[in-house]
């Protein structure tokens, strides 16, 4: 069992804690910082971990063997660089970074350092997804030609203030909440992205806000990609990969639909899953036993250069290649 502690209890840092306390076989939360301990004292309580205020404090903890980190992305580099010299596996929240520069400098200290590192995009755990990976992977699609994604959620219309209404932490409308999945997602199914095109059209600044982004994408393997969000608008989870004998749609967490050359439709329906708790545990594994994380450091690389991309594409209005 790997004892943790968390650090950021805001909604997406309890949601860490809940996927896991008392449920996981490898991991076991002890220790809790907050900068408002006030907001989240009966949460720790229930949970049962201690709390405090001070990063440093957990730092210095020898019985705290793993950092998870859901805290701002400014944060993450400086924390990651921290909790690596201190001997400590980390888990990161997405974006790891917004610059592949940044992201860099702390994947070459987890490598120094020889700790586990987890990232967190759990929707790559979804079974649609899974199922979905396995079969293109298999080649049963053929040569991937285009992706196709759409997520959507609506946090943005329940969360006021902190880091979702902060361009400086979120920039690019819902590209970094929701899009950055879609990234990985791509990556994940397709390589590198070689070149973006990207587009935000605004309706309504934060707080609430309501813009849409788009994204038209080139990868190194001369396949192409078209990725879109709407902040604000309901959960909506769409990735569809076409390939040259035939085409595959992830529809939300658990549906996957198959178009074979020749062939007829076939619908898939997979049980749920709890893909966040899948994720931890795969990252508890790793820290306890060396096992191989399901996200390697290069395609973490490859999507902090991609999303990186993506902002100047926005912010200088023409397509932008991904710097390697």
Known sequence: MIDAAI???????????????????????????SKEPELVRDFAQRH???????????????????????TPHSLHV???????????????EKPLALTRADAARAIA????????????????????????KQIVAAGVLGEVLHIEGHFSNEHSTRVAGGWRDD??????????????????AFVNLAGPIAEVHAKVFSQKLPPDPRDAAAVLVRFESGATGLLATVRAAPMFWRVHVFGSKGAAEARGETALTIAIVGRELETRTFPQVDSLAMLL???????ETGTTFPVSTTEMLDVVGA???????????????VRG
């Open 48 to 70: 049962g971990f201690d709390l405090s205020t001070e990063f440093a404090d957990i730092i210095a903890d020898p019985c705290v063997r793993a950092v998870v980190l859901a």
């Open 7 to 33: 650090v950021g209890l805001g909604r997406w840092g309890k949601s860490i804690v809940e996927a896991a306390q008392g449920k996981s076989r490898r991991l076991h939360f002890i220790r809790g910082v």
């Open 78 to 92: 400086e924390q990651i660089v921290a909790a690596a010299a201190a001997g400590k596996a980390i888990w990161c």
């Open 167 to 184: 361009p400086r932490e979120a920039p690019g409308g819902g590209m970094t909440g929701a899009g950055l999945h879609l990234i990985d």
């Open 109 to 132: 200290a987890v490598t120094k350092a020889g700790v586990a590192f987890g990232l967190g995009n759990n929707k790559r755990c979804f079974a649609s997804m899974r199922e979905l």
């Open 307 to 321: 999303f990186e991309a993506v902002i100047r594409s926005l912010t200088e209005g023409m397509p932008m290649p």
């Open 281 to 287: 545990e795969a990252f508890a594994e790793s820290a």
